[in-house]
T-cell receptor, first 113, second 113 residues
């Protein structure tokens, strides 16, 4: 059974810092991995999708890497801003899962001015 | 291109009543996933449907819950005889194909009194 863990559970940083969020998964037979952000009381916004054959993906100030063999992904946020404050979720789709996602518990990020 | 639509956004039901949650996928998407987010817990997969077919319902409670995705119209998640433990946020996601990026709706927040 796939399990996804995210560390840290919460992170508070001053504006402008570069930061790294970590995600690990127990079964390396994944098809892809998605990073999402969730604002309080809202839905999920997809940030990045990495296919299992890829090593990283970039979008603006975000960079996600994937090391499938070790069961790890990191989300790097450059020059953080208060608007980045949200919960960040990592989710994996297993190789035989029909694409259903297994989520981590999330990292609550607060960026203060 | 409108995003994934869910309605209602908030639903209050008394114990024993029925709850019907609707999800309209993005245009061109024929794959729908339902997830549930219980208070203080992570997102959990419930069911995966394609048009007129349930593909994977391994995350659905065995009793009182059902889902459908008819040829015409939205996908429906139906909860019969609701209990307080059903109070949660229910999200649907759609994708154009299996294992493709999933796009989430804003969710329906169900409160059972």
């Amino acid at each position: 059974k796939q399990e996804v863990t995210q560390i840290p559970a919460a992170l508070s940083v001053p504006e402008g810092e570069n930061l790294v969020l970590n995600c690990s998964f127990t079964d390396s037979a994944i098809y892809n991995l998605q990073w999402f952000r969730q604002d309080p009381g809202k839905g999920l916004t997809s940030l990045l999708l990495i296919q299992s054959s890829q090593r990283e993906q970039t979008s603006g100030r975000l960079n996600a890497s994937l090391d499938k063999s070790s069961g790890r992904s990191t989300l790097y946020i450059a020059a953080s801003q208060p608007g980045d404050s949200a919960t960040y979720l990592c989710a994996v789709a297993g190789g035989t899962s029909y694409g259903k996602l297994t989520f981590g518990q999330g990292t609550i990020l607060t960026v203060h001015p | 291109n409108a995003g994934v639509m869910q309605n209602p956004r908030h639903l209050v039901r008394r114990r024993g009543q029925e709850a019907r949650l609707r999800c309209s996928p993005m245009k061109g998407h024929s794959h729908v996933y339902w997830y549930r987010q219980l208070p203080e817990e992570g997102l959990k997969f419930m069911v995966y449907l394609q048009k007129e077919n349930i593909i994977d319902e391994s995350g659905m409670p065995k009793e009182r819950f059902s889902a459908e995705f008819p040829k015409e119209g939205p996908s429906i998640l139906r909860i019969q005889q609701v209990v307080r433990g059903d109070s949660a946020a229910y999200f649907c996601a759609s994708s154009p194909r299996e294992f493709y990026e999933q796009y989430f709706g804003p969710g329906t927040r169900l409160t059972v009194t």
